[in-house]
């Protein structure tokens, strides 16, 4: 199978699903519960598998568990996914996360990423999903970093490709308004010019 049609199947495969598992870590050979000694949970149409037995999907979903970190993700996602390079949905909202994984960053083609109901402190954490070319649907509502003045715009000034932003659609009016509020609010860094004494 080409490259183009495994893309065009994966799209429309089902999400391996690992939600409400009481997963607490991504690393194997971990207790309590890690994700790779767990099942997922079975839908409505079967998650296909290649013939290694790994899944074919490109979205993996491990949301409503009790994640505080993303360590070993890479390897947990080569164990499962047939094409971990491939993953473009990602759902951790509902764990308790306290910053945004730079592992994160290395998925490329990740275009819907959910990080709602989490413990992200530093709105600075939005900066490293920057890197994400595909990335169009983000969501971080139900953080503390949602009570900082100016969230929205924020994000939108730093990620102005996203059309969907905690579930709501990215207007041309909201990026006006992000624009104004990046230039009354985040002063260009001052190139220092040395001027030699005459």
């Not at 870590?25 to 519960?33: D, E, G, L, N, R």
């Not at 409503?64 to 890479?74: G, I, M, P």
Request: aromatic fraction near 8%; hydrophobic fraction near 35%.
């Amino acid at each position: 199978m080409n490259k183009r049609s495994y893309m065009n199947t994966s799209v429309q495969e089902p999400p391996l699903d690992y939600s409400f598992r009481s997963i607490h870590v991504t690393q194997a050979h971990s207790v309590p519960t890690d994700l790779l000694s767990e099942e997922p949970r079975t839908g409505l149409r079967p998650v296909r598998h290649a013939k290694s037995g790994k899944s074919m999907t490109q979205s993996l979903w491990l949301n409503n568990n009790v994640l505080t970190d993303l360590r070993d993700f890479n390897h947990a996602v080569s164990q499962l996914l047939e094409h971990p390079e491939n993953l473009a949905w990602i759902d951790l909202s509902f764990n308790d996360l306290t910053s945004i994984d730079p592992v994160l960053t290395t998925f490329f083609n990740l275009s819907v990423l959910y990080l709602h109901g989490n413990s992200i402190q530093r709105l600075g954490e939005v900066n490293k999903l920057a890197v994400l070319p595909r990335l169009r649907s983000l969501t971080l509502h139900g953080n503390p970093i949602e009570e900082e003045k100016g969230y929205r715009q924020y994000v939108l000034c730093t990620l102005p490709h996203i059309t969907t932003f905690d579930f709501s659609g990215v207007t041309k009016a909201d990026r006006t308004t992000a624009e104004v509020w990046k230039r009354m609010n985040i002063k260009p860094k001052k190139v220092r010019i040395k001027h030699n004494a005459l």
